[in-house]
């Protein structure tokens, strides 16, 4: 497996609250993601990485934001927290882009109420 | 724009039986092709890609795809189901040049025995 751990695996918080989720790759990866995923959505992109301090928006940014001050880590924060952020987030690394496989962490099931 | 459709949010095969699970994309450019498996509370695997070359992929666990270019489809197959096929599967899509990739909404599979 992939060397991909996420902190925490999960977490309840409330409405209006700073979240901070982690990610911490062992496999010095260029690129690094981060996926929310949600019944009949699949899994959608937040924000990712294409190197340390280089970060760009997904399709699901707001409220989100993101930082990489070290290869090995991908930090996703939740400014103030909203029910509908509820959701599972996933973590993912790659090599490279285009045709390059993509390595999933176990997930952080986080709920808002 | 990208884009990938999964018919089919749930289907369901008797144990033994053929395994076929649809996914059409959308590309302006020569795509590059994903099927991801996801268990349960677990992050996704790789089961098979294509990129270029041959359009009968093979991957893990006796499944395979079809690259069709004139049907935007890249179907997933296995002959015979087992118990332990039961999961959920992703589609997914990319292209040169593009970092992330975009999921289809996902197919839940169940095995009868």
């Known amino acids: 497996d992939a060397g991909i751990t996420q902190s925490p695996r999960h977490k309840v918080t409330e409405t209006g609250t700073p979240v901070t989720l982690r990610c911490h790759q062992t496999?010095?990866?260029?690129?690094m993601y981060w996926y929310r995923q949600d019944p009949g959505h699949g899994l959608r992109l937040i924000h990712y990485?294409?190197?340390?301090?280089?970060?760009d928006k997904g399709e699901v940014s707001d409220g989100y934001s993101v930082s990489r001050s070290k290869t090995e880590d991908f930090l996703l924060t939740l400014e103030s927290a909203t029910s509908s952020q509820t959701s599972v987030y996933f973590c993912?690394?790659?090599?490279?882009?285009?045709?390059?496989?993509?390595?999933f962490g176990q997930g952080t099931r986080l709920t808002v109420v | 724009a990208q884009s990938v459709t999964q018919l089919g949010s749930h289907v369901s095969v008797s144990e033994g039986a053929l395994v076929l699970l649809r996914c059409n994309y959308s590309s302006s450019v020569p795509p590059y092709l994903f099927w991801y498996v996801q268990y349960p509370n677990q992050g996704l695997q790789l089961l098979l890609k294509?990129?270029?070359?041959?359009?009968l992929v093979k991957g893990i666990n006796g499944f395979e795809a079809e690259f069709k270019k004139s049907e935007t489809s890249f179907h997933l197959t296995k002959p015979s189901a087992h118990m332990s096929d039961a999961a959920e599967y992703f589609c997914a899509v990319t292209h040169t040049g593009r970092r992330a990739l975009t999921f289809g909404s996902g197919t839940r599979l169940q095995v009868q025995p």
């Open positions: 496999e010095n990866h260029r690129y």
């Open positions: 294509y990129t270029t070359g041959a359009t």
């Open positions: 993912a690394i790659s090599e490279g882009q285009g045709d390059t496989e993509a390595f």
């Open positions: 990485s294409y190197g340390v301090k280089d970060t």
